[in-house]
């Protein structure tokens, strides 16, 4: 069976820093891009970053943009969210998605698999 796992999540204060991960078993994640979604409390699911399966491409939602860095380790099946200068605007569900295909998209309809999300709350 597919599987994506996501962890990492946790509470930390407002400048704090977090990294998540996502690790893929069961099906291969070559070829896929790989996104990180999140849905703040009460709010709908909204993009956060995508990375081309080669790593060569990453795009990112602009209120992480400079605070947040996708990447990939290709031989692991792993994908990384690294977070830095949390704020609470960030406190949310994370969750890592896979692609259909190889480029980066922000559009949900595009990832083919879904994470069962890990909580990151960033609170004083």
């Known amino acids: 069976q597919a599987q994506l796992v996501e962890s990492g999540g946790g509470l930390v204060q407002p400048g704090d820093s977090l990294r998540l991960s996502c690790v893929a078993s069961?099906?291969?994640?070559?070829?896929?891009?790989i996104g990180w979604f999140r849905q703040p409390p009460g709010k709908e699911r909204e993009f956060v970053a995508s990375?081309?399966?080669?790593?060569?491409?990453?795009i990112y939602e602009d209120s992480v943009k400079d605070r947040f860095t996708i990447s990939r380790d290709r031989s692991m099946h792993t994908v990384s969210l690294q977070m830095s200068s949390l704020m609470p605007e960030d406190t949310a569900v994370y969750y890592c998605?896979?692609?259909?295909?190889?480029?980066?998209?922000?559009?949900?309809?595009?990832?083919?698999?879904w994470g069962q999300g890990t909580q990151v709350t960033v609170a004083s």
């Open positions: 069961g099906f291969s994640l070559d070829y896929h891009a």
């Open positions: 990375i081309s399966w080669n790593g060569g491409d990453k």
């Open positions: 998605a896979v692609a259909l295909r190889a480029s980066s998209s922000r559009v949900n309809t595009a990832y083919r698999y």
